[in-house]
Every structure is written in structure tokens, then in C-alpha cells.
């Protein structure tokens, strides 16, 4: 199955000239020159590399990286006019896996493209883990890196916060009473407090909803227990 490869590129000429490079060595490549419409495919559709141009009318080429390697650990090699150090250092500080400065030659640049996707087939293939994270709606849980985003904004959470919520994701759509999440999430049997797990959740809410009031992912069941809405 051939590799499939989004440019995201304002200049035409240039992403054009990628693209017949990149397809001369057996590449399915398409080419969008509007930032805001890259990053939609790139977030909507799956690829297995990303080259962004850093110079991009409206949303700009750090911006674009970012938001992608919130979501995904697809190779992206970013490309640009500048040749400063500190423009470089901030494409990789942001998840860049290369940085190409123009005019280049487009068989290094295929180059780079070969020995970035042979790299992360390898990683991939090694069973070197890859984060496993749980994503609903705007929810983001990073369960290897023990971390929330709520619409890409991160959020702080204690260990036993996110040991709740994590645990709450996994089971979605499932009635928990408190004492069955206080004996999983703390790790004893139920004779301690239960009221920590009310406490818990209302901290979690605070952090994850939207109006604590109607909450859209965790829910009450009056009477039972909670339950994670999807």
C-alpha cells in the first residue's frame, strides 16, 4: 500500500514541484495551500507524513505543528525560507521530526521523506510504545503520559483526578456506584470515606465541563452512582 503524504503549502510552484518528486518515487501525495484546510485534513484524514510550509497566510506552520502533534505521532518535516537557528529550534521544540530551509533539492527532500518513514515503521514495528490515549469530543486523556487537554487547552490533575477520570473513559456509558470507584481507584476495600469519590468528581468537572450544572461527560445517576457519557 503506497504512502500517503499531505504538503501543506501556499506556493504553488513549490508544492507542485514536491509533488512530482514525491510521486516519481511511488508516493500518493496531495498538496493544500490554505493553512487552515491543511490542518483540517491533516487532523480529519490519515496520513503517514506531513511537510509544512512554516510561512502560511492565516494560521502559520508552528501553529499547524502543534495542533497535529496533539493528536497524532505522524513524521512532520517543516520547511522554510528562514534560516535561523531559532525559528529551527522551535519547529523541533514543537514536534517537528525535520526542518528544511529553501531553496532545497528535491531529492534531499526525498531523501528525508524515505528515512523519516522508515524510522517510524521501525518505531512502530519495534513495539516501542506508542502513547495510548483515549479522545471524546474535546476530551483528550494521555494514559502513558498521564495527561488532559480540554479543547487542546491542557488541564493539571492530581494522581488520583486522573486516575478517576482515565478509569471513567475507559468504561464509558457504564453506572459505577461510589463505593465500586472508591475500591478500584483508591485500591481498598470500601470501609474508608466514600464522600472522597464526590469530591474527586467535583474537582474533575470543574476542570473538564463546560457548566458543572449540565455536564457533558460525567453524570450523575441519582441514587446509583456516575457514569461517563459518550
Known sequence: MRKRILIIEDEVS??????????????????QNDGEEGLEKALQEEYDLFILDLMLPGIDGFEICRKIR??????IIMVSAKKEDIDKIRGLGLGADD??????????????VKAHLARYDRLIGSGMPVNETVEIRGLKIDKTARRVWVNGEEKNFTTKEFDLLAFLAQNPNHVF?????????WDMESIGDIATVTVHIKKIREKIEFNTTKPQYIE???GVGYRFKV
Open 14 to 31: 513549490i508544492a507542485e514541484l514536491e509533488k512530482d518528486y514525491l510521486e516519481l518515487s511511488g508516493f500518493e501525495v496531495e498538496i
Open 70 to 75: 496533539e493528536k497524532k505521532n505522524t513524521p
Open 99 to 112: 526542518y528544511i530551509t529553501k531553496p532545497f533539492s528535491p531529492s534531499e527532500m526525498v531523501a528525508r
Open 177 to 185: 456506584t461510589k463505593e465500586e470507584l472508591f475500591s478500584k481507584i
Open 220 to 222: 450523575t445517576i441519582w
